[in-house]
């Protein structure tokens, strides 16, 4: 069934704009391609890539390789909890001794994330508060530095296998705590394009610099592990990769899960992946206001602009009708958006004009609800996070 700008539209026709949906027959494809991609590993699978409680569970129950999931915050992680989810990993580390002594409430303390004595010191102390033992994962830093450069992110202090074994060697003398696993994220692989529009130099580039990451990362990570197993430590996960990686990550032997989300939704920003290619799966509608000039379109709203370092690729992407592009001066704007467009499909006043974010589970930053578009119609409406618990 092709997706173009009458499909939606008609599947929207009579709805209030602006709305976002997700096209649940294209995340089920998504879904399938992902653990697909995996190579027989599970997918733990990221929530704030998500930010849908209904989505979650309906790629969990419907897609047997994916298993459990990774939260982004405390208040998340808790209200996942108490809908009946499980094996829940904190993807960060929390400070806060409040939100702590909730995760590590029984009878299923949230695995928590560290990567210094502090944050076992505080895990710790809030498994006391709670009279639970509390699974701990540590996080190891994979970035590559080069001569003038850091390929990667700023993460985690624990970078050696002795780095690591301090940590763990901390956490065995808490009591109240104790390692369950290891997170190795490779972000300048998993999260970085190397086939962007309009970069050649660019995308070569960086092409040259993920093949020279790859086997740095791998020995890191097997390093790291190797000395936690041999040391006595019993690993019982270790999760590498994200939607970017899974192909190298998997080829780790050890590595025994991964972790994977925006995928799903497929976002703009995942265009510029060479190696890999996903279906456009949840966008949002804004409607024509004006029309100021011959091929101009004036769009209410429209300004949800991705987080991370400014840039034009951080701005939502007109989508369908194709060929509308927005206009390079002014970009997309909190009350109005410009977009240029010579097509056949008639705009006029109220008409759909149809974007997709930058990011993933972002967009749902800006709505309440998703409206679930499947066979050409909305079949249901469900609350996002902020619809959820604001």
């Excluded at 949230?110 to 710790?124: G, I, K």
């Excluded at 992110?153 to 901390?170: K, Q, Y």
């Excluded at 769009?299 to 927005?326: R, T």
Aim: net charge neutral.
């Amino acid at each position: 069934m092709t997706r173009d700008h009458a499909y939606y539209a008609r599947a929207l026709e009579g709805r209030r704009l602006p709305v976002a949906f997700a096209d649940v027959d294209l995340l089920g494809e998504n879904a399938a391609a992902l653990v697909q991609r995996a190579g027989g590993l599970p997918v733990r699978l990221a929530t704030k890539s998500v930010r849908c409680v209904a989505l979650l569970r309906r790629v969990l129950d419907g897609h047997p390789g994916f298993q459990g999931l990774m939260c982004f915050s405390a208040d998340e992680a808790v209200r996942l909890r108490e809908r009946g989810f499980t094996d829940l990993l904190m993807g960060y580390p929390i400070v806060d001794p409040e939100a702590l002594a909730e995760l590590c409430r029984a009878p299923a303390p949230v695995t928590l994330m560290v990567d210094c004595q502090e944050h076992v010191a505080l895990a710790a102390r809030a498994a006391r508060r709670q009279g639970t033992r509390v699974p701990l994962c540590l996080d190891v830093d994979l970035s590559v530095d080069l001569p003038g450069l850091r390929f990667g992110v700023h993460r985690s202090p624990v970078r050696t296998p002795e780095d690591a074994l301090a940590v763990a060697r901390g956490i065995a003398a808490e009591g109240d705590v104790f390692l369950a696993g290891v997170m190795g994220y490779e972000a300048q692989l998993a999260g970085v394009p190397d086939a962007a529009p309009h970069a050649r130099a660019k995308n070569l580039a960086i092409r040259a610099l993920k093949r020279a990451s790859v086997g740095p990362v791998r020995t890191r990570r097997q390093s790291v592990v190797a000395a936690l197993k041999d040391a006595g430590f019993p690993v019982r996960f270790v999760n590498g990769g994200g939607t970017g990686s899974l192909e190298t990550t998997r080829e780790d032997t050890s590595v025994t899960e991964l972790t994977a989300g925006s995928g799903l939704y497929s976002p703009a920003l995942f265009d510029g992946y060479r190696g890999f290619h996903h279906l456009p799966a949840v966008a949002f509608a804004i409607p024509v206001t004006r029309r100021p000039g011959p091929g101009i379109f004036t769009l209410q709203g429209g300004g949800y602009v991705a987080s991370g370092a400014a840039g034009a690729d951080k701005l939502p992407v007109p989508y369908l009708p194709e060929g509308a592009k927005l206009l390079p001066l002014e970009g997309a704007g909190e009350v109005q958006t410009p977009i240029a467009y010579a097509g056949p499909v008639p705009l006029p006043l109220g008409a759909p004009v149809f974007f997709r974010h930058a990011k993933a589970g972002e967009i749902c930053e800006h709505f309440r609800t998703l409206l679930l578009i499947s066979e050409g119609r909305v079949v249901d409406e469900v609350p996002t996070y902020r619809g959820d618990w604001g």
